[in-house]
T-cell receptor, first 113, second 109 residues
Framework: EAQVTQNPRYLITVTGKKLTVTCSQNMNHEYMSWYRQDPGLGLRQIYYSMNVEVTDKGDVPEGYKVSRKEKRNFPLILESPSPNQTSLYFC????????????FGSGTQLSVL | GQNIDQPTEMTATEGAIVQINCTYQTSGFNGLFWYQQHAGEAPTFLSYNVLDGLEEKGRFSSFLSRSKGYSYLLLKELQMKDSASYLCAVDQAGTALIFGKGTTLSVSS
C-alpha cells in the first residue's frame, strides 16, 4: 500500500531534550516536506527536499533540522525543543514536477513541557 | 509576498449547497489544490485545478480563475460527515505547496 509513515504518533518531551520524528515513504517520490499545524495559523512549511541531499528552508525553519540521505526517508530533528514547538506535525511527499498531489503522513502530536 | 485567503468558518445544513472561496497572491503558480481535513487527522486530497474553469467530481466541484487569483470549492447535498476543515493550497512551480489557513465547515441537521 502506497503510504507516508510517520512516527511516533504522539510524543511528550521536556525542554532541551533532543528528539527525532521519522518519516518514510514507499512511493519513490522525489519531493518530501515537513509542515506544522497550529490553531488559527494553518499548515506552515518547515523544510522541504527536492531529492536526496537537497533540502531547503520553508516558512518556519528556526529550531529544526532535516536530512535526506536516502530517497525514502526525511527525518525531522529538534536539537533543543522548546514549548513553542508544541504542535501537530505532518510529513508529506509527492512526485517531482507540477500537477502532483501531496500525500500526507498521519501526523505527530508533539508536546514540549 | 505570499497570501492565500479563505473564510475562517462556515455553517450549513444537511442537504444544502455551500461554496468555500479562496483568493491567492503568490510569486509562482502551477495550480491549485483543495484538501479536506477532519479534526486530528491528515489532510486528504479533494481536487486539483490548473486550467480556468470548473472541475466536477461527484458532490464536490472546484473552480479556478487564474486571471482573478480566485478559486472556490462547491459542496452539494451536504452530509454530516462533510463537517471538516477545507484547505486551499497553491502549487508553486512544482516545488512548495503553500496552504491557506483553512475553512472550518460545520454541517447541522
Amino acid at each position: 500500500e502506497a503510504q507516508v509513515t510517520q512516527n511516533p504518533r504522539y510524543l511528550i518531551t521536556v525542554t532541551g531534550k533532543k528528539l527525532t520524528v521519522t518519516c518514510s515513504q514507499n512511493m519513490n517520490h522525489e519531493y518530501m516536506s515537513w509542515y506544522r499545524q497550529d490553531p488559527g495559523l494553518g499548515l506552515r512549511q518547515i523544510y522541504y527536499s527536492m531529492n536526496v541531499e537537497v533540502t531547503d528552508k520553508g516558512d518556519v525553519p528556526e529550531g529544526y533540522k532535516v536530512s535526506r540521505k536516502e530517497k525514502r526517508n526525511f527525518p525531522l530533528i529538534l536539537e533543543s525543543p522548546s514549548p513553542n514547538q508544541t504542535s501537530l506535525y505532518f510529513c508529506a511527499s509527492r512526485r517531482a514536477g507540477g500537477n502532483e498531489k501531496l500525500f500526507f503522513g498521519s501526523g505527530t502530536q508533539l508536546s514540549v513541557l | 509576498g505570499q497570501n492565500i485567503d479563505q473564510p475562517t468558518e462556515m455553517t450549513a445544513t444537511e442537504g444544502a449547497i455551500v461554496q468555500i472561496n479562496c483568493t491567492y497572491q503568490t510569486s509562482g503558480f502551477n495550480g491549485l489544490f483543495w484538501y479536506q481535513q477532519h479534526a486530528g487527522e491528515a489532510p486528504t486530497f479533494l481536487s486539483y485545478n490548473v486550467l480556468d474553469g470548473l472541475e466536477e467530481k461527484g458532490r464536490f466541484s472546484s473552480f479556478l480563475s487564474r486571471s482573478k487569483g480566485y478559486s472556490y470549492l462547491l459542496l452539494k447535498e451536504l452530509q454530516m460527515k462533510d463537517s471538516a476543515s477545507y484547505l486551499c493550497a497553491v502549487d508553486q512551480a512544482g516545488t512548495a505547496l503553500i496552504f491557506g489557513k483553512g475553512t472550518t465547515l460545520s454541517v447541522s441537521s
